[in-house]
Nanobody, 122 residues
C-alpha cells in the first residue's frame, strides 16, 4: 500500500501562490500516476491534476490550466503542485493521490493522502 503525506497548504490572498508537496512511501513501483484531487465545502471531490511516472503524460482540470503546474521527482518519490494566480474558488482541501492508471474518477485512486487545506481570500 502506498502511503502519501501532503504538505504546503495555507492561507493566501487572491492572486497569490502556494506549492504543495506529496511524499510517497510503500509500493511505489506499481504506481503509474500520482496526482491531486480537491474538495471544497459542500462540494464533491474533484480531479485537479495527474502525472505519470515518466512525466510525459500530464492532465489538468480545465479550471486550473495555465495556473497550476504538476511535477514530480522520482528519486525522492515526491509530487508537487505549483499553484499560481490563486482564486477564492480554489479554496478546498487538496488530496494527493496514487493510482495504477489515468482516470478523473475518485474510484480510480488506490491511495489517498490525509489532505492539506488551501484557503484563498478575496
Amino acid at each position: 500500500q502506498v502511503r502519501l503525506v501532503e504538505s504546503g497548504g495555507g492561507s493566501v490572498q487572491s492572486g497569490g501562490s502556494l506549492r504543495l508537496s506529496c511524499a510517497a512511501a510503500g509500493r511505489t513501483v506499481s504506481t503509474s500516476f500520482m496526482g491531486w484531487f480537491r474538495q471544497a465545502p459542500g462540494k464533491e471531490r474533484e480531479f485537479v491534476a495527474a502525472i505519470n511516472w515518466n512525466g510525459n503524460i500530464i492532465k489538468y482540470q480545465d479550471s486550473v490550466k495555465g495556473r497550476f503546474t504538476i511535477s514530480s521527482d522520482n528519486a525522492k518519490n515526491t509530487a508537487y503542485l505549483q499553484m499560481n494566480s490563486l482564486k477564492p474558488e480554489d479554496t478546498a482541501v487538496y488530496y494527493c493521490t496514487a493510482s495504477n492508471y489515468y482516470s478523473r474518477s475518485v474510484n480510480s485512486v488506490s491511495s489517498w493522502g490525509q489532505g492539506t487545506l488551501v484557503t484563498v481570500a478575496s
